[in-house]
């Protein structure tokens, strides 16, 4: 009985604190899944805001509409006028990277940045080096969330 009564005792002593650990080690898995998607949503909305006030910025505005003065249709890239691209991208770049630096020294995170031209064309990736950052390529073979947001004229 004595042996019976000890084993039952050992076992209970081995399932109980079992139990609550994987208990406990469920709810915690739940909890940290739930505090990254929490963080995701929030870098997600601070990236649209930042969108937002980048999109609405005066400076960046004029460089779109004299580069749209120059070559008249945004979202025709050719050859001939491409270095006209390539000169106002160099600009929104100087411009851009100025407000990056800003924006990092608040939040100690360089955010990155593409600005598109219309018809899901790449204007700007500002996390390339300058050189490598003005691609002018069509994006909107594999892009379809580009080419949504032009059509529904939202900021993605």
């Known amino acids: ?92 770049r100087r411009l851009v990277e100025q407000k990056i630096e800003g924006i990092e020294k608040e939040i100690k995170h360089k955010p990155k940045i593409h600005f598109t031209l219309p018809n899901a064309r790449s204007f700007l990736r500002t996390w390339r080096k300058p050189g490598e950052d003005i691609k002018l390529d069509d994006l909107s073979k594999f892009r379809l969330t580009l080419v949504a947001s032009e059509r529904e004229k939202r900021i993605i």
Not at 47 to 68: M, S
Request: glycine content about 8%; charged content about 25%.
């Open 1 to 92: 009985m004595l042996v019976f009564f000890l084993g039952f005792v050992g076992l209970g002593m081995f399932l109980i604190p079992k139990f609550y650990f994987t208990k406990n080690l469920a709810t915690l898995s739940k909890s940290i899944k739930s505090g990254l998607l929490n963080a995701l949503k929030l870098q997600r909305r601070s990236d649209l805001y930042l969108g937002l006030l980048l999109a609405n910025d005066p400076q960046i505005k004029a460089i779109y509409l004299e580069l749209k003065r120059e070559v008249k249709d945004l979202g025709k890239v050719t050859e001939e006028n491409r270095s006209i691209y390539e000169k106002y991208g160099k600009e929104l």
